[in-house]
């Protein structure tokens, strides 16, 4: 069972990550360009007003993409667990 719970849980880590970092680069974007942490291009890098823009726009998507990867990992576990399990968590 240990086994099972281990794998829902990194299941669910990308997605969540997805969410905490769309929102993050959504709401606090790193104040300058740099090369260690953000949404790192040539492109996005060439002015603070493309860096800013990037993070938004990066962030947007994340957070949209991590609602749908995970209903995307919710929904065929709870699907094999209806059909397994009663409603009282016995194997059928």
């Known amino acids: ?46 002015s603070q007003e493309a860096w800013n823009f990037a993070h938004r726009t990066c962030g947007r998507l994340w957070f949209k993409l991590g609602l749908v990867v995970l209903m995307g990992s919710i929904l065929p576990v709870e699907r094999a667990l209806k059909q397994n399990f009663d409603d009282f968590g016995r194997k059928r």
């Not at 929102?23 to 291009?41: A, D, E, M, S, V």
């Open 1 to 46: 069972m240990g086994f099972w719970i281990f794998c829902l849980a990194m299941n669910l880590l990308l997605p969540v990550i997805m969410l905490v970092f769309g929102r993050l680069f959504q709401t606090r974007p790193p104040k300058t360009i740099n090369g260690l942490f953000g949404y790192r291009t040539a492109r996005s890098m060439k």
